[in-house]
C-alpha cells in the first residue's frame, strides 16, 4: 500500500508537468505555423526540442523543493525534501536525454529514426524512471515510519 501511494503521488506530479509539455509544444507549433512557412530544419527543431519545458519543470521543481516553499505539490508532509529533490532530478536527467538523444539523430539526419523514436522512446522511459523513483520514495516512507 505505501508503494502504490508513493507511485500515485508522483504519478500525478509527472503528468502534470507532461500536460503542460504538451500544451506549451502545441502552442509553440500552432504559433510557429501561423508565422512562418514550415521546413524541415523547423520541424526538427521543434522534435528536437520536444521535452525542453518538462526538463525546466522538473528542474524548478527539484530546485525550489524545499519545506514550506511550494506548498502540497512539492511533496507531502510526511515526506523528506531531499528524497522529492532526487526524484525530480532524476525525471529532469530523463528528459534531457530524451531531449539530447532527440538533438543527435536530428543532427545526424536520421529523420525516420527520429520520428518513430518521438513515438516510442519517452513513454517507456518515464515509466521505468517512475516506478524506480515510486521505489525509492516509498523505502524512504517505510524508514520514515519505523
Request: charged fraction near 10%.
Amino acid at each position: 500500500m505505501i508503494f502504490l501511494n508513493a507511485l500515485w503521488s508522483l504519478l500525478w506530479r509527472v503528468m502534470l508537468v507532461l500536460l503542460v509539455n504538451s500544451l506549451v509544444n502545441i502552442g509553440l507549433a500552432r504559433l510557429a505555423y501561423a508565422t512562418f512557412e514550415q521546413t524541415e530544419f523547423s520541424v526538427l527543431l521543434r522534435w528536437t526540442l520536444k521535452f525542453l519545458p518538462a526538463l525546466l519543470c522538473f528542474l524548478a521543481l527539484g530546485i525550489f523543493t524545499t519545506p514550506g516553499k511550494l506548498g502540497r505539490f512539492a511533496f507531502p508532509p510526511q515526506d523528506d525534501a531531499a528524497v522529492w529533490q532526487k526524484n525530480y532530478y532524476l525525471l529532469a536527467v530523463t528528459a534531457a536525454f530524451v531531449t539530447v538523444s532527440f538533438g543527435y539523430l536530428a543532427i545526424t539526419g536520421e529523420t525516420l529514426l527520429l520520428a518513430h523514436l518521438i513515438k516510442l522512446l519517452p513513454a517507456p522511459l518515464f515509466i521505468v524512471v517512475i516506478v524506480f523513483c515510486a521505489v525509492r520514495l516509498s523505502q524512504a516512507r517505510r524508514k520514515a515510519v519505523k
